[in-house]
């Protein structure tokens, strides 16, 4: 992915100060600067606007996009676009890396960006389901769930997220069952779309494209429940649990090498964590010797301790631009990064005086407003990211060796004045998409990374692996290259296996990510076909997407060479 690095670094400062504020500027269709799309429908609205990816790298200045007002919109608009020729990108709140939606530098003149988020929002919640159109974000579900009594088990960070996305990717949380833990009906512990019961989308009938409502137990949901955009969801019914109350205690004193011990050590190991309460997350500034842990625990009472929270995004501390960051951005945008180590340390170093400044460091309340806690103004970083399929009895394994090797490969770096890592190591620990979780029962996401493996029961956990870094710092490209090499060997056999985690990077080459062709069109199809029944694996989802789209208005370039 060639990128200006000047560019983008610069971009990824001024867009964390901003908010990404830019993006939100339209023009109507009377004053647009771009040709028309020819005789598009009237009645819905249609207006040019840039288009911005989560950290930059995709900027794309003058797109048309448009706002429908009801499903029926967008099957319209569909059809217009069979009949003209052109593709239309489902567009949510931009908040991904990878190239799913549009690539960086992609021909847009026959692309129409459909938002779904002004309109397609209605939220229904019923006794144990919610159904949800695909506009609507997170935050947005959340509030509505807790407001009923109902809530999920794990959520993304980020809350700026629309539910379309989230399923389009396969996006999830941190949780594993506790020691003793029962799992609450209607949760999950794997991604959220483990969680649907039914999906609306838009699909060729024939004749023309119309509305087609999946249920769970229908073979072909399997192949839109994680879609990587190749589809157009309009809307989902997900199932849902009763709400529960979380004290999230935060760590900063644990050394690395003893969260991240090698198995059987004993300790303040991440499995120890695991254990004890289920639902982890460790971010790991490189060069620093004491992560940030982050561990949630189900409280239905308060601990005494524990400071109560009524609202998501505590952790005020990491969601804007210190100087010192701002500072260190514009050292590397001048090609000096001999700074990295002592940036980190101030990393962590905010972290820790945050957490006392703001009280922060153990607090309690619904799910969501622990759960929650990265905004759109925190630094914007570009990140990798791989999902390990593993035992459980192996998480402590497939961490502690990706430790050291993340390890020894910066310090190799180092020691050649080289430093392509200056953003966090994040590792959360889920479980697989399990149908067994699912009320009624129903097939598994044939495209999720957490889809279980038939053939290894035993894989009953996911650990994700994502390795952040700032757009565009000199040899990161080279550095993730060299990481995914090794953790596509090293977690392999009997062991455990490796599959995108989508909405990050991957398919990584020295040239930059998802450029590796050989990796996009063999290997993560084939870990999606490994282990699974004939009829039910990454072709069985390419031909239903196909089916369902034959004329591929709902793709662009980069899906056309990952799922042709």
């Not at 129409?112 to 947005?140: E, M, P």
């Not at 004993?266 to 695991?274: E, P």
């Not at 050649?416 to 620990?429: A, S, T």
């Amino acid at each position: 992915m060639p990128v200006n690095r000047r560019t983008v670094l610069k971009g990824a400062a001024a867009l964390a100060a901003a908010g990404f504020a830019a993006e939100a500027f339209a023009l109507p269709a009377s004053a647009a600067t771009l040709a028309p799309p020819p005789a598009f429908p009237s009645g819905i609205e249609l207006y040019q606007q840039a288009y911005v990816n989560w950290s930059g790298e995709i900027d794309l200045a003058d797109v048309w996009t448009c706002a429908p007002a009801t499903p029926a919109d967008v099957v319209t608009v569909a059809n217009w676009a069979h009949a003209n020729g052109y593709r239309v990108r489902p567009k949510g709140m931009s908040h991904g890396w990878s190239p799913t939606l549009l690539p960086a530098g992609a021909d847009v003149s026959k692309v129409v960006l459909v938002d779904l988020t002004r309109n397609l929002k209605s939220i229904q919640v019923g006794s144990s389901s919610v159904t949800v159109q695909a506009g609507a974000t997170i935050d947005q579900l959340t509030v509505a769930l807790e407001n009923a009594g109902k809530g999920l088990a794990a959520l993304t960070a980020p809350g700026n997220l629309t539910v379309g996305g989230v399923l389009a990717i396969g996006a999830h949380g941190s949780a594993v069952p506790a020691t003793g833990e029962t799992r609450i009906p209607g949760t999950s512990y794997g991604t959220l779309s483990n969680l649907v019961l039914s999906l609306t989308v838009v699909a060729w009938n024939g004749t023309a494209y119309a509305l087609k409502t999946y249920t769970r137990t229908q073979p072909d949901i399997a192949a839109f429940l994680v879609h990587l955009g190749r589809a157009f969801v309009v809307s989902a019914t997900l199932q849902v649990g009763t709400n529960t109350r979380l004290r999230c205690q935060s760590f900063y004193d644990i050394p690395t090498a003893t969260l991240f011990g090698a198995p059987g050590t004993g300790g303040r190991t991440l499995s120890s964590y695991l254990n004890s309460s289920g639902r982890v997350e460790a971010i790991w500034f490189p060069f620093t010797d004491r992560p940030w842990l982050k561990v949630w625990t189900i409280a239905p009472t308060k601990p005494v301790l524990s400071k109560t929270v009524t609202a998501p995004y505590a952790y005020t501390f990491a969601n804007f631009l210190t100087p010192e960051q701002s500072n260190f951005l514009s050292k590397i945008v001048k090609g000096d990064v001999s700074g990295t180590p002592a940036f980190q340390n101030l990393q962590i170093s905010i972290v820790g005086s945050g957490l006392i400044v703001t009280g922060t460091w153990d607090i309690w309340g619904w799910s969501k407003n622990s759960l929650l806690y990265v905004q759109p103004t925190t630094l914007r970083i570009v990140e990798a990211g791989y999902a390990v399929l593993t035992s459980r009895a192996n998480a402590q394994r497939v961490v502690h060796e990706f430790y050291v090797k993340y390890q020894e490969r910066i310090t190799a770096y180092q020691a050649q004045g080289k430093f392509p890592m200056n953003g966090p190591v994040e590792i959360r620990v889920t479980g697989v998409d399990a149908p067994a979780e699912v009320a009624g029962g129903g097939v598994s996401p044939q495209l999720s990374a957490a889809r279980p493996r038939p053939d290894h029961p035993e894989w009953d956990t996911v650990v994700w692996l994502d390795m952040g870094t700032i757009p565009g710092t000199p040899e990161c490209d080279a550095f993730y290259a060299d990481m995914e090499a090794w953790i596509v060997a090293n977690y392999s056999g009997s062991y455990a296996t490796v599959r995108p985690e989508w909405s990050k990077a991957w398919a990584v080459t020295p040239s930059g990510a998802w450029t590796d062709n050989a990796t996009l069109t063999g290997r993560i199809p084939q870990s999606l076909r490994a282990g699974q029944p004939s009829g039910d694996n990454w072709d069985t989802a390419r031909a239903t997407l196909n089916a369902a789209d034959p004329h591929r208005i709902f793709s662009n370039t980069f899906l056309d060479v990952l799922l042709p």
